[in-house]
């Protein structure tokens, strides 16, 4: 039955009273609009219809967002899959926002296994090989110059077995162990590397022209003291308080036993961080510091009355 543009479909009826209760054909979606015909006629008009709002536009971006997700994969390996989840998901948001719709999107957990199934695809599962792609070796996107500076692969005693060593340096901080006469800190951290490596040695030197040390290199290595004492190197222990400061510093910055993807970004911004300090010391350029803000002093209003 149709009334005043709407369908109804009968609920119930009563032959006796030759009466028929109808419904709003969508009282399943809760619309709780009712009329009552006696005789062929409505003589009693219910609640008000609630269907005829306006449906909400859903848009299906999946697709759209699961090729974001593989691209950004691969093209920032050292992300960690959540933050690249977010980082599609935000832009996904922006590039609808004007749509007024609800969108369908991919959850976190199984994009986190988008990103890691897509890397592992380009890398064969070697996280060795993925280091060695673009947007890891070189210093950033802008940059094409090499940040991985090494990665050696060497035999050692049969006991020990296959030692590797990965060395990371940023190009312009490197160039000051050119210097002449110039003096070479080193000292190992343990907290900031990953398995299968035993410490990240961090290599210092002094910047005469702006009276600093800077690091140069961050070599993660499975060297160890022990395995030098064992074959007979003489290790002689050298304290330099500003390189020790540094390794509590750099390790306060980084999660303990980070990714070997994570622990190069974390270097990439060390070095870029040290970049921006040597040029604002050239340049005079510096931070005010903190202070404590301006009090207002009041003077009491009976401080000059004396008797």
């Known amino acids: 039955m149709d009334h005043r543009g709407y369908s109804f479909c009968i609920k119930r009826s009563c032959p006796e009273t030759s009466t028929v209760y109808y419904v709003c054909k969508r009282f399943r979606k809760g619309c709780k609009a009712k009329i009552t015909v ?5 003589v009693a008009d219910g609640a008000l219809h609630t269907c005829d709002v306006a449906v909400p536009h859903v ?4 697709s759209e967002m699961r090729l974001e997700l593989q691209r950004r994969s691969v093209s920032n ?3 960690p899959p959540p933050v690249v989840w977010q980082e599609v998901y935000d832009g996904i948001k922006r590039l609808h926002a004007a749509d007024d719709a609800t969108l369908t999107i991919i959850p976190c957990a ?55 060593m990965i060395g990371f340096g940023h190009p312009d901080l490197s160039l000051i162990q050119r210097y002449p006469k110039i003096t070479l800190f080193i000292d190992g951290t343990f907290s900031v590397v990953t398995k299968p490596f035993s410490q990240c040695l961090i290599v210092m030197a002094f910047e005469p022209a702006i009276n600093l040390y800077v690091p140069i ?6 060297w160890n003291v022990q395995e030098m004492m064992r074959v007979g190197v003489d290790v002689i222990n050298r304290t330099n308080n500003p390189l020790e400061k540094y390794n509590r510093d750099f390790a306060s910055r980084m999660s303990t036993h980070p990714g070997l993807l994570a622990f190069i970004e974390g270097t990439k911004r060390e070095a870029a961080r ?10 005079l350029r510096q931070t005010a510091s903190q202070h404590a803000p301006p009090a207002k002093l009041e003077i009491p209003e009976d401080y000059e009355s004396f008797e």
């Open 217 to 222: 290199w961050y070599d993660a290595t499975t």
């Open 38 to 42: 006696r005789s062929g006629a409505v």
């Open 274 to 283: 040290y970049i921006r300090r040597i040029e604002d010391i050239k340049h």
């Open 110 to 164: 199984p994009a986190v296994s988008i990103v890691k199934q897509t890397r592992k695809e380009c890398t064969a599962g070697d996280v060795y090989e993925a280091i060695l792609s673009p947007s890891v070796r070189c210093v950033s996107d802008k940059d094409p110059r090499s940040f991985l500076q090494f990665s050696v692969v060497y035999l050692t005693h049969a006991t020990t077995g296959i030692h590797r």
């Open 77 to 79: 390996m050292a992300t």
């Open 59 to 62: 848009i299906d971006v999946r």
